[in-house]
């Protein structure tokens, strides 16, 4: 890919869309969508917070995968999981059986009567909102309810070198035909004024892990922008990355494709700071 160069008129405009008060993400995606590339829209965004020393600071550790020494297996207590990608721009792992087909079934039977439209984080209030960009349904189970979660979270401790402790309950989601969530990022945006309240609750998200239940027949592939990397919904399998800095420069933009057929069914665990109440 050629290098763009970041020029004068660039630097003035993204620094006049930032005193507008167009968050980071905004005037990323503006950036992209005029035709910049990826690199050159973070740049530019990086060059412009370090000179107003705004870019969040960095969190002091995220959750790391220690894979085997041929960087193809990982122990995850129970049982080694498979690694099937990893990237390190940003830190991403795709792995395969880190679930078995009875465990995903089972979350799926007991998750499925507790079903509502989902919502997102209200980064204005600390709260929670409907999101049209957002159209799965889903629930909370809580961190320990049972055995079977107990075991599951576990074994994630595991594999990411994470406290339990540090992890919110898990969420199923079930995406339908049609259902889809576009390209977000999964830390809360430090400029927005509900912020400060959400992270009371165990600091700044660092890390997310997806885990497939159930595959649709067609659709609902995992997308991550920008990176160009596609990640087909497989039962058992997962993609877990981490964001050490709550910034586009992060590389995590992410979304879920519209299911052409069938149902998707996942399970997210988002991994914070520190002990999340």
């Not at 339990?164 to 035909?177: I, T």
């Not at 609902?220 to 596609?230: C, E, K, Q, S």
Request: hydrophobic content about 40%.
């Amino acid at each position: 890919m050629q290098t763009q160069a970041i020029t004068r008129e660039m630097q003035d405009w993204v620094a006049q869309q930032l005193a507008a008060g167009h968050g980071q993400h905004e005037v990323f995606q503006a950036l992209l969508d005029a035709g910049w590339h990826a690199a050159a829209a973070n740049r530019a965004l990086g060059l412009q917070a370090a000179g107003e020393a705004a870019m969040p600071q960095p969190a002091q550790a995220v959750p790391r995968v220690r894979a085997d020494a041929a960087g193809a297996m990982v122990d995850a207590g129970d049982k080694w999981v498979t690694v099937r990608e990893h990237r390190s721009a940003p830190e991403l792992w795709v792995f395969d059986n880190l679930l078995s087909a009875a465990e995903c079934e089972a979350l799926i039977a007991a998750a499925e009567s507790r079903l509502a439209r989902s919502l997102t984080v209200d980064i204005r209030t600390g709260g929670e909102e409907l999101n049209h960009d957002r159209t799965s349904h889903g629930m909370f189970y809580t961190r320990g309810e049972n055995e079977a979660i107990r075991r599951i979270e576990a074994r994630i401790a595991r594999l990411l070198n994470w406290p339990v402790q540090n992890g919110e309950g898990l969420q199923v989601l079930r995406y339908r035909r049609g259902a889809e969530y576009k390209p977000h990022y999964d830390y809360f945006d430090p400029g927005e004024p509900g912020t400060a309240a959400i992270l009371r609750r165990g600091g700044q998200r660092v890390a997310s892990l997806i885990m497939y239940l159930r595959e649709p027949e067609e659709g609902g592939a995992t997308v991550f922008p920008d990176i160009g990397l596609r990640v087909r919904p497989q039962q058992g399998s997962a993609v877990f990355f981490s964001y050490a800095v709550a910034h586009p420069t992060s590389l995590t933009l992410h979304g879920g494709e519209p299911v052409k057929s069938g149902e998707k069914w996942i399970a997210t665990k988002w991994l914070r700071e520190r002990e999340f109440i």
